[in-house]
């Protein structure tokens, strides 16, 4: 009862509190006024009685008191005339207004502005910064990218506009991005479409401007939008400025080039990841390959000055550098030349394209007089032989990925298709089959997430297993005209999960069935979240394509050295120079202790550059799962059948 009484008493005294408050300013100025008379009244009244030097007189003693109260409340408190009195006590509270006025104006203004800071509405005052411009996934793994490829610089700044709450975003960032080092991440709050509200983050002083496509399906006109309101802000900003920008849909890719101008860079989220599947699936192990070649952790791509090999051949420079890996030149003129002629020239204006851990690492010592040529294996050509390959789930991607395959198999190789099989897929599927060359395409319906279905196929007879997303819905439930409609974020971010969700499924019944034949399924999956690739039921070192972190990483590569646009749309086509991984033993001795010089001479005389390899060995142990980029051409190693060698090769 006691601890009830005292509930309601403050519950009352509570809300005789909140009336006060509500009967305006000059109710509230009124009653801290008595307050304040309450309790500094009594106060000097104490004060003064218990001084021994104060008067002794009642009417000394009253004065006393209205001295001490006038200097606690800032009023003077003179002592004289009664109209002297009136005159100082009017001074005093006509000052004591002026200055509470001051005070609030100036507290008002800081208050005002600490909001507008919050709001993120003020504008960036950078030079040389990234701007970011949209917010997805995305933008933790570029933000983190872009960190580690300015680790070694001494200041540099990160700016996100996007249309969400600045501190949201900063929480956001911080949360996932937890070491920033000496970069800093400024949000702003805008939107990218509006060139008024672009100009928060300055895009006009930046050395690079990524455009980041939002979640889902239906964000190229976004991004389309955002490149056309940029070069509203900044006209011909693709000039002056890098500008790497991303589409999803292959059909938008052309229209978001214009928009983007000559100078800007727009890579195809479909285009990409189909021909990374495709190269992946027919190279198991491409993946960790690519995966270490764009992060800025490890080795990555830079460029040398000729220098002294100026005048030399590009043959001579594969054994040039011992800590970097050539891979072609930088033409004069901007153009790329990837894996040329080893009799081929360098200018004196060229400079090398290179596998090295920073760009001050690339520095020339000769490795010439570590190859060994009695190691050298010549090996005899292969007939290549017709696969039998098989194709998990349908999705907008799917017809990218037969194309691409037609043009990297043999004749006679057939692809069986398994989907959820409604007429909008079936049509497309059998439109997709028509025309090709050299892959006979069979459509079977069926939910790839079925134990019962999978086990039908005998997975463990085809060559190649490649797993991509599929919702479950028909193009016509889940789809519109992405050239025409807005962002939905939300629903499709669902497609998303879902996608990866049945693809988790159907990982699982595959290892199910590869350990019931006791065999290892040569298996390549694509997924959308790179947090699910890390739930995946696979074996270690298991190839994965993550459409949204493979174009996070090339973006940030991009935006920092722009001519690698021209060097990954090269190792991405099917036609030109492409990255293999080969059996060792038909360039170097297995069993024999050699160098990596050797490895790289003897990939010369087959027009190939070896940039690193992988060790069976160690191919289900990580981190690297036995993938070495880019080793020092000194050291020795003792190579096993089984291992390969990563070349850059003609396809």
Known sequence: MAGQHRTSFRLRLRYRFDHLVAGGT????????LACLAVVVPASTVLVWADRTAPT??????????????????????????????????????????????????????????MALRLGHSTVIERRHTVV?????????????LVAAHANQRRSALAVLAPMD??????????????????????????????????????????AVLVLPPGGDSGDAHVVKTLLALDAAVPGAAGTVVVVAAVRDSRNHATARLAAGPGGHVLCVDDIVARLLVQTARQPGLSLVYQELLDFEGDEFHTAAAGDLAGRTFGEALLAFTTSSVLGLLRADGGVVLNPDPGTAIGASDRIVVISQDDDTA?????ASYVD?????????????????????????????????????????????????DGATVRTAREGAAGRRRLEVAFHSGDITNPQVLEKLDVPSYDSVVVIGETGRTATETGTDTAAALPAPPAETAAETEADDRTLVTLLHLRA??????????????????????????????DFIVSGRLISLLMTQISESHYLAAVFEELF???????????????????????????????????????????????????????????????????????????????
């Open 513 to 542: 069935i590869g350990q019931a034949a006791h065999r290892e399924l040569t298996l390549t999956t694509e997924m959308s979240d790179d947090g699910n690739r890390l739930l995946a039921p696979a074996r270690a070192g298991a």
């Open 573 to 651: 086509r099917a036609e030109g120079q492409e990255l293999y991984l080969k059996p060792v033993t038909d360039y170097v001795l297995a069993g024999r202790e050699v160098t990596f010089a050797t490895a790289v001479a003897s990939a010369r005389r087959r027009r190939a550059c070896a940039v690193g390899y992988r060790l069976r060995a160690e191919a289900a142990t990580g981190p690297a799962y036995g993938v070495r980029i880019n080793p020092d051409k000194r050291q020795r190693i003792r190579f096993a059948e089984g291992d390969r060698l990563i070349v850059l090769a003609e396809s």
């Open 26 to 33: 000059t109710a509230l100025i009124g009653w801290l006024a």
């Open 133 to 145: 411009l949209g917010w997805s996934d995305q933008v933790f793994p570029v933000i983190g990218e």
């Open 373 to 421: 040529e009695d190691a050298f294996v010549t090996a005899l050509p292969r007939t290549p032989a017709p696969e039998r390959l098989l194709l998990l789930g349908w999705n907008r991607r799917a017809p990218l990925i037969l194309e691409q395959l037609d043009e990297y198999v043999s004749p006679g190789t057939t692809l069986d298709v398994v989907a959820l099989g």
């Open 57 to 114: 007189t009642p009417s000394g003693r009253l004065t006393a008191v209205w001295v001490s109260v006038g200097q606690t409340l800032k009023i003077g408190g003179a002592v004289g005339p009664p109209l002297y009195v009136l005159a100082s006590v009017a001074l005093a509270l006509v000052a004591l207004l002026f200055v509470s006025a001051l005070v609030s104006l100036i507290t008002t203004g800081i208050n005002r502005r600490i």
């Open 166 to 207: 600045k501190v949201a975003m900063e929480e956001e960032i911080s949360t996932h991005v937890t070491d920033t080092g000496r970069t800093r991440i400024i949000c702003r709050t805008g939107l990218t479409t509006d060139p008024t509200e672009l100009a928060r983050v300055s895009p006009q002083t930046a050395k």
């Open 363 to 367: 520095v020339p010592a000769d490795a």
